[in-house]
């Protein structure tokens, strides 16, 4: 891997470094219909009618339908360092932060929220399960056979699928969430079956204050992502917070994923 500045990252050649200074509009309204057409509609449905021998070659096929294989060159961040690498280590990386995070955590079963078709969850060793808005990925999920069902953030009574005795995790799902209470509320409305929940999510966080972390920032309140997963999780007395670092990791820098472990009191 190669390090990068920040000024090499956010060059010209970056549309992000337009963005960002206003040289260029964008904005988005993150709901429910733009979660639909962004992923349904779009990302999966370009999926679902093929016929692809493991879950690997879908996430590959997802990735080169992006505009990315696997030798590419893509920015990478760990902590507040960028680097330039190819997508097939940064992801290697990024899969293996995630496995460990998660299994570090480990209960009678680990159910991902937000799962896609799957794809994080035959990285786990144990008794895996999932909830996923997208058909599209739902359908994918069955043909790899993986236990997912259809599941809505924003429906309380989806939550009750949560079986007992799991750890709940979220990898780039709750970001987008613009407003995380559904979320805390829905969990705390299967507290008694949830052991842990790991959160590996991108978020506006006030305590940055560097100038990536005030892009980082930035860049969230564009594309309206979430802005108060960690803030409600601080905010509640019957939530005990058992680990939490800022910006991790990040297959895309501005949008890289902070880590928050907790439980119910």
Known sequence: METVSLNQY????????????????????????QVEKEYNLDKYARLVDLELPTIEHYKKKEFEQGGTGEDDQIFFSLKEEIFSVKLSLARKIYYQIIKEQVEKYGSEYFCELGCGYGFNLSYLDGMVYGGEYSENAVKIAEKMGMDVRNFNYYHREDYSFIRDGSTVFTVHSLEQIPDARCFVEGIASQREKVRYVVNIEPSFIDERTTLFGLLCN???????????????????????????ERDVVGLNPLNSANIIVWRFR
């Open 10 to 33: 956010l060059s010209k050649s970056n549309v992000w470094a337009l963005r960002l200074l206003g040289f260029e509009t964008f904005s988005k309204v993150r709901d429910i219909s």
């Open 218 to 244: 930035r860049y969230i309140e564009m594309n309206d992502y979430n802005r108060n997963l960690f803030s409600l999780l601080r905010e509640r007395d019957d939530i005990e917070i058992l680990e939490y």
